[in-house]
C-alpha cells in the first residue's frame, strides 16, 4: 500500500508548530487586551462615577489609577465618597465633575492647572476662602450648586472677585451685579423710609 502526503512525522511536527502558533499568537493576544484595560496612561476621555469605594482597599487602588491619568483631559468622578484628591495631579484636565461626593475645601480637589470646567455640585463646601487656589488656571465655568458656601452672603460677587477668569457660575453667565463691590449691593438691597 502506498501512502500519498505528508508522513506521520512530519504531521506531529506540524501540529507541534500549529500549537506553538496558536498558543504564541493567544499570549500576543492576552498581552494586548492586558496593555488596554490597564492603559490609564493613554485615556483622554474617562467616566469613573458611581464606583463602590466603601473599603479602603479599593480607594487606594481608585487613587492609584487617579494618578496614572497624566493625559486625562475630562474626568468625570460623580458620586464616589471621594473625601481628599489633594495628592493627585491631573495635569491636563480640562473638565471634571466631581458632583455628590463629601469634599469639604477646594484644597481638597486634585492639582488641575489647565482646568476650564469644572462642577462640585452636592458637596459640602462651606466657606469660599480656598478659591483662590483656582485663580491661576484658565477655568472659565464652576458650578457649587447645592452646597452650603453657595447661602453666603455676596455669594456670587465673591467667586468672581476670586475668579477674575471665569464666565459662568451655577450655569448663569457672569452679570454685571457680579461685579459690583461687596458694600455697593449691601446698600443697593438696603430700603430707607422716610
Known amino acids: 500500500m502506498c501512502l500519498i502526503g505528508p508522513s506521520e512525522e512530519d504531521v506531529i511536527l506540524r501540529g507541534q508548530e500549529n500549537y ?18 490597564e492603559n490609564w496612561e493613554n485615556c ?9 469605594l466603601g473599603d479602603s482597599y479599593q480607594l487606594e487602588n481608585f487613587c492609584r489609577i487617579l494618578r496614572r491619568l497624566i493625559r486625562v483631559e475630562r474626568l468625570q468622578l460623580v458620586d464616589n465618597s471621594l473625601k481628599d484628591l489633594s495628592s493627585i495631579r491631573l495635569p491636563r484636565c480640562k473638565r471634571l ?4 461626593n463629601h469634599l469639604t475645601s477646594i ?34 465655568s464652576l458650578t457649587l450648586k447645592r452646597n452650603p458656601c453657595e447661602f453666603q452672603e455676596d455669594y456670587r460677587s465673591q467667586v468672581f472677585s476670586s475668579l477674575p477668569k471665569l464666565k459662568l457660575l451655577d450655569g448663569i453667565p457672569k452679570l454685571p451685579s457680579d461685579c459690583l463691590p461687596s458694600e455697593s449691593t449691601t446698600a443697593s438691597r438696603m430700603c430707607i423710609i422716610l
Do not use: F
Not at 44 to 52: A, F
Not at 97 to 100: G, S, T
Not at 121 to 133: F, K, R, V
Open 97 to 100: 465633575n466631581l458632583n455628590k
Open 20 to 37: 506553538i502558533i496558536a498558543r504564541r499568537q493567544k499570549e500576543e493576544r492576552k498581552k494586548w487586551e492586558e496593555r488596554l484595560h
Open 44 to 52: 483622554v476621555d474617562l467616566n469613573l462615577s458611581y464606583q463602590d
Open 107 to 140: 484644597r481638597q480637589l486634585p492639582k488641575i492647572p489647565q482646568i476650564q470646567h469644572l462642577s462640585l455640585a452636592e458637596n459640602n463646601i462651606a466657606t469660599l476662602h480656598d478659591l483662590s487656589e483656582l485663580g491661576t488656571s484658565p477655568l472659565e
